[in-house]
Each structure stands twice: as C-alpha cells, then as structure tokens.
C-alpha cells in the first residue's frame, strides 16, 4: 500500500513539474504500432490526445514543415538504427490552425534483444520564442554591423575631407576631434533614443550647453529627427559654433548666439542661427571644409537648403529641412543632455603642466591607454600603469597616487571598486568613458566625465584642474 502511494505522489509530482516546465509527454510502443499522446503534448503540438496506432513512426514528419521535412526524417532514421537517445528541432505546422512553430523532441529509445527499436519515451517543447529571439538577435547584429560600417565610413571621409583643408597636424587633430566628437554626441542621443531620432533641443544642448554659458541660447517646438538628419544637424551646428568661438560672437565676452526653429505646415523645420555682440564680421576668403559642409552637405542630408550670411553685426545661418528629415515621437524620451563636454576649440591657456604629478591610469583598450600616457608623459606626468583589467588597478592602490583617470567598464566590469578605494583615500580622479550617462558621472561618483572620442589634451586638462583644487 506503501509502494502504491509513493509511486502515486511520484507521478503527480512528475505531472506538475512537466506543466511547470511547458513540457509534454508521449510514449510509442514500435513493436505494436501505438502512440499515445498525452494532454500536454496535445495542446502543445495540435496532435490529438490520447492513443493512436498505426504509422506512429512518421507522425511527426507528416506535419514536419516542408523546409525540414527531409532533415528531420533523415535524423529519425539515422537515431531508430542505433542511438539510444535523440534531441532535434523541427519547424511543425500544427494541425489544429496551421500554424508554424518551433519544436524541440527530445527522449530515450529502448531496445529489444535483437538491438532493434522497441520503445520511445520522450517529450516535447514549444521553442519557437527562443528562436524568434534568435532571429532578431542576427537582425539587430546585421543592423549594428550595417551601422557600424556607415559610421566608419562617415569618419573616413570627415578625416581625408579635413585634411585636404589643413596646414598643420595641430590644426588637423584639433578640428578633426571636434567633427568626431559632434558625431559621437549625435550618436549618443540616436543610442538613447534607440536610433529612432533625435530631438533638435537636445542636440542644440549637446552642442551649445558647454561652449559658452550665458552665451547661447535655443528655443523651439519640440521636432524630432531622423538618425540621417541627426547627424548632419549635429555636425552642422558643431561647425557654426566653432567658428563662432574662434572669429565669431562667442570669441567676445559680450556676444551671443541665439538659435530659433519653427515647424513647417507640411512637415520638416526651418532653424536660423543669429549671432549678435561680437566683432566685426566678414566673409571667409577661403572656402573650408565646414563651409563645403554646411553649404552642399547639410541641405542635402536634410532634404532642405541652406545659406549663411556674413552680416557685419554677426553670421546669420539659415537651414531648412524637408519632411523626410522627421521621425514620429518616440513613447518615452530619453532625457536632456546636462553634462556633455563639447569644448574642442584651443583655449589660450596653454597645454596643461602635470610636472611631478603621479597619476593613474585604468583603461581596458590598449590604444587608447597608450595615447592617454604619452599625453600625460608629455604634461608632465609620472604615469601609473596603465591597468587594462581591475585586478591590475587595485594591484597599483599601494602606491602613491595624485589623481586617476578611469574607464568606466574594465572588459564587461565596473571600474567602481577602483573608483570606491580612489574616494576613500581622497585621490580625485576624472571618468574618461563612451558610456552615455548623460545624466552625470557612472555609478553616481562625484567625478568629472569626459567622453569619448575626446582629445588627450581635454584629459590632461581636467587632471591639471582637480589637482589645482586641491
């Protein structure tokens, strides 16, 4: 009686761990042509439950997808000669309303005295979720590797087009890492906004936030862009506000940009940017690749034209944009940015001086940690590492240490510990990351951010200025 009511609980136990595993279950008796097909598996494959004799071993290939019809058959046969256990999956049109689903059929195969095939106990599972998520993983891995390339591309061609219009290696960086880094700030908006768009306010934050403040200003209905339009209106104002900077309003204490946009009544914008308080202005006598940019590219990427006046009391730049240039509102809006560097102009204060400074350096690409010691190397500083893995930076704490910059993400882990010990002993340190935590810095540290691609001279720079503060 004993025995009976283990065996009972045993099996009822089985029944609900198969339910609560999405699983069902069948037995085939090959020496006397039966099946029997439980619930489960009924509700699962569309079969009909309970027994079914005759032809039991071709069931499944009957209602095989015609594409894996052949495979699966083959298989069948290949594991009827001489395994003792199979697992495959199938594509199945079910019968009760033809529709395709994934099937994984699993189970062991037991065999009578002469070898053959005798009895089959198995199970099934509906797997046609995981290979959707599947497929749209190779999708989104096909895109990335599309958007990828474009964007390589686009950087080739911003390098070999600004080359072509410098004088000096100096000027090339200099004006070349600010066009990446307009790209990069566009980008980052795309990546939060899940490359459905951006906001024209957030890009005019991204560009204008940082260069002056008090000295810029930007108003409008809230307009959202397409990725292609994104960039180029990113690049487009990045140009605007480097000359700006360097011959325009914001080269003067008093001057002031002011950026205005307006919806069209059939779709698209049109923005004017107005420059007032300056010095005297005059047109370029030479053409360069900014002014190629705004005047043939711009328009074209925006669908629309534009067209820039050289008025003595400031430029006046006017853009327009066609209604391909606009995207649908996303549901949520990813939030403005507050705590972007955009500042690539040279300043006149010189390179920073980190003489005698011991500074840190944790980053995990070897390149770019090979960039950031010869910057610092060449400020100055007596370099720490680089550490390109965690257990190399907390392996360097011991040592005296003056300041650290820190990647964020150390090969797929925080930098927080380093960053935590770095706060307990007091040593400022400044976040150099393509993370965009526009929101400040990475795991709320009160820390400078510095995002990438930036210019090791902007490093060296926010290392020099947390010494001072000290």
């Not at 500074?359 to 390149?367: G, N, W, Y």
């Amino acid at each position: 009686m004993t025995n009976a009511l283990d065996t009972s609980l045993d099996l009822k136990r089985l029944e609900l761990a198969l339910q609560a595993a999405g699983l069902g279950e069948f037995q085939c008796n090959l020496t006397q042509n039966r099946l029997l097909i439980s619930e489960r598996m009924s509700a699962i494959t569309g079969l009909p439950p309970g027994e079914t004799i005759g032809q039991v071993g071709e069931i499944m290939e009957v209602h095989a997808h015609p594409d894996d019809r052949e495979r699966f058959g083959s298989y069948r046969n290949t594991v009827l000669a001489s395994a003792d256990s199979f697992d495959v999956r199938f594509r199945m049109i079910r019968p009760t309303d033809q529709e395709t689903i994934w099937l994984r059929l699993a189970g062991v195969i037991s065999r009578d005295s002469k070898g053959l095939a005798a009895r089959i106990t198995g199970i099934v599972e509906d797997v046609s979720q995981h290979h959707l998520e599947e497929d749209t993983r190779a999708q989104l891995m096909a895109e990335l590797d599309h958007r990828v390339k474009n964007v390589l591309a686009a950087v080739q061609a911003l390098a070999q087009q600004t080359a072509k219009r410098t004088t000096s290696l100096e000027s090339f960086l200099t004006t070349f890492g600010g066009r990446l880094k307009a790209m990069a700030s566009a980008n980052e908006l795309l990546t939060a906004a899940r490359w459905r768009g951006a906001a024209i306010d957030h890009l005019a934050a991204a560009e204008l936030g940082a260069i002056a403040p008090g000295q810029t200003s930007w108003a409008g209905p809230e307009l959202f862009l397409t990725p292609r339009a994104a960039n180029a209106l990113s690049l487009a104002l990045h140009e605007l506000a480097t000359n700006a900077v360097k011959f325009g309003a914001l080269s003067a204490d008093g001057g002031h940009v002011a950026l205005a946009w307006t919806a069209r009544p059939k779709g698209g914008f049109d923005l004017t940017w107005t420059e007032s308080g300056g010095p005297t202005v005059s047109a370029p006598v030479r053409e360069g690749f900014g002014s190629t940019l705004l005047n043939q590219v711009t328009g074209r990427e925006l669908n629309g034209d534009t067209s820039v006046e050289y008025r003595p009391a400031g430029v006046v730049a006017r853009l327009s944009a066609g209604p391909q240039a606009m995207a649908e509102r996303p549901d949520v809006m990813p939030e403005a940015p507050t705590t972007w560097v955009t500042e690539t102009v040279a300043t006149s204060s010189g390179p920073a001086n980190l003489k005698g400074a011991r500074v840190l350096i944790v980053e995990d690409a070897v390149l770019l940690a090979l960039e950031l010691e010869t910057g610092l190397s060449d400020a100055g500083a007596q370099v720490i590492g680089p550490a390109y893995e965690l257990e190399e930076a907390l392996a360097l704490l011991d040592q005296p240490i003056d300041a650290a910059v820190l990647d964020a993400n150390l090969n797929g882990r925080s930098v927080a510990p380093v960053a935590e010990l770095l706060s307990q002993r007091k040593i400022p340190f400044v976040f150099a990351t393509g993370y965009g935590e526009t929101g400040g810095a990475p795991s709320g540290f009160d820390a400078p951010v510095i995002r990438k691609p930036y210019d090791v001279t902007q490093v060296a720079a926010a290392v020099a200025e947390l010494l001072a503060g000290r």
